[in-house]
């Protein structure tokens, strides 16, 4: 039975794991102070709308860019949820939602914040891809918001600093997760596989005999170019021995041409030329990637925990479960994770609305654990939980993962959240190649060299 301890334990083991890899996310906060170990969870987090500090009756809008397109999904369902419930506890207030996919929003954000246009609330991710937002000015300080009614104290310990800078923190996560391969047993059993690959000579063998049963192996939406990123970052955390390659590039202690990414970059594309993947799939976005495999079509997923709730409000609910990326080449400890603090909510420093936008806020992120928690959805959450996941009547998938985070002894950020925006740029754009063409390793590595070179 999933007790309260081991929920406790989760949440701590990914705590500390994060905090290990801290130094890779490029990121000059001086809230390591918060890397202490986390304490026990307190009770499940605020529940009632928060305190706000406006009484003021004018009618507001509130623009709520977001990333939850997918109305089957649990996370589409809590931001429609708790917005309709704060637009009924404040009836001046409207909270107008821009619903868009990750690289779409990505894209767009990046369009307004040229024009100094950012919306009220936007998303971000963490560390050096928010940085250049945060360096602009076009990001509020949040300190004083989550001072009250005790939210800060809601985060794991240590989460928030990968969004802090200077002191400040500027955005607030909807995460705190890792990278697992989920996989089909019904697609399994029936092309006769027993058991799930423990080394990546196995996961190509199985490739193989999926692609031969006429079953996709590996679901992915590549158009989405982060997608792929993530996937080839497994292998170079294994082919690398362990964390910390990229960082060791930043310190100049390595460069892209080391061994270790060239055997990366050869077995990434031993996976495409064996054909793991979706015909046309830098063409799929990342939704309808994940949907080939929600909707039975593919045998496995390489994508983060966040896609739990998702994967259990799907047609292939109870036939799924998890297992770690395998070595590579016998490189690797399998108990060592691709970590993703998550997206998060920052608000606009020239909000028109800028106090009512911090008190719904406020509101959002105190309600979300609870909220996400009833809707089955609450593994993966970078705020504290307290509950007994199997008495709410989570799937054994949901605790197979919350039993992998007690497993986790460190790992590395993707790519795009260690590098700076061009070099992370080059790297997006280079991998999504290796899905068209099949390239020369040696020359994929030169090519990143030349890119982190180039814009040190």
């Known amino acids: 039975m999933v007790n309260r301890q081991m929920k406790t334990t989760f949440t701590v083991a990914l705590t500390a794991a994060m905090a290990l890899s801290v130094a890779a996310c490029g990121n000059s906060n001086d809230n390591s102070k918060n890397n202490a170990a986390a304490s026990t969870a307190p009770d499940s987090t605020n529940s009632g709308t928060a305190t706000n500090t406006t009484k003021s009756d004018k009618k507001v809008t509130i623009t709520f860019q977001n990333i939850y397109p997918d109305p089957t999904t649990p996370s589409y369902k809590m931001v429609h949820e708790l917005k309709d419930q704060y637009e009924k506890e404040h009836p001046n207030v409207k909270i107008e939602l821009d619903t868009l996919n990750t690289d779409q929003q990505k894209v767009k954000l990046k369009t307004q914040a040229a024009s100094k246009e950012v919306p009220d609330i936007t998303i971000v991710n963490p ?41 400040n923190v500027y955005a607030l996560p909807d995460g705190n997760n890792i990278e697992v391969v989920y996989y089909n047993k019904d697609l399994f059993a029936k092309a006769g596989i027993a058991k799930t690959p423990t080394t990546f000579e196995e996961m190509l063998k199985d490739v193989k005999i999926l692609k031969d049963k006429g079953i996709t192996p590996l679901a992915i939406g590549e158009k989405d170019s982060w997608t792929g990123s993530f996937l080839f970052m497994n292998i170079l955390l294994r082919t690398n021995g362990g964390p910390g390659f990229l960082q060791d590039v930043m ?82 400890d399998p108990n060592q994770f691709m970590l993703a603090p998550g997206s998060a909510f920052a608000i606009s420093a020239n909000s028109e609305h800028l106090q009512e936008t911090k008190d719904f806020l406020n509101f959002f992120a105190s309600n979300l654990p609870k909220k996400q928690f009833e809707l089955k959805n609450a593994v993966g959450l970078g705020q ?24 986790v002894k460190g790992g590395d950020l993707s790519f795009d959240n260690t590098m700076n925006p061009a070099t992370s740029q080059v790297h997006l754009s280079s991998i999504q190649n290796l899905f068209v063409q099949k390239m020369d390793s040696a020359a994929v590595a030169k090519e990143h060299q030349t890119a982190f070179e180039a814009n040190k």
Request: glycine share 12%.
């Open 251 to 332: 310190d100049g202690k390595k460069t892209f041409e080391d061994p270790a990414f060239v055997e990366a970059v050869d077995a990434f594309q031993q996976l495409v030329q064996a054909g793991a993947f979706p015909d046309g799939a830098t063409s799929i976005d990342a939704n309808a990637g994940g949907n080939i495999f929600k909707s039975g079509k593919a045998a496995m997923w390489v994508i983060g925990s966040w896609e739990t709730g998702a994967v259990d409000a799907s047609s292939v609910a109870g036939k799924v479960g998890a297992f770690q990326f395998p070595t590579v080449n016998g490189k690797g």
């Open 127 to 167: 560390a050096a891809q928010m940085k250049p937002f945060v360096d602009a000015g076009l990001f509020a300080p949040l300190n004083d918001m989550l001072d009250q009614n005790g939210l800060k104290d809601t985060y794991q310990s240590g989460l928030l600093d990968y969004y802090s800078f200077n002191g």
């Open 384 to 407: 504290k939980v307290d509950g007994d996941l199997k008495a709410a009547g989570y799937s054994d998938l949901a605790i197979t993962i919350a039993g992998l985070f007690n497993q």
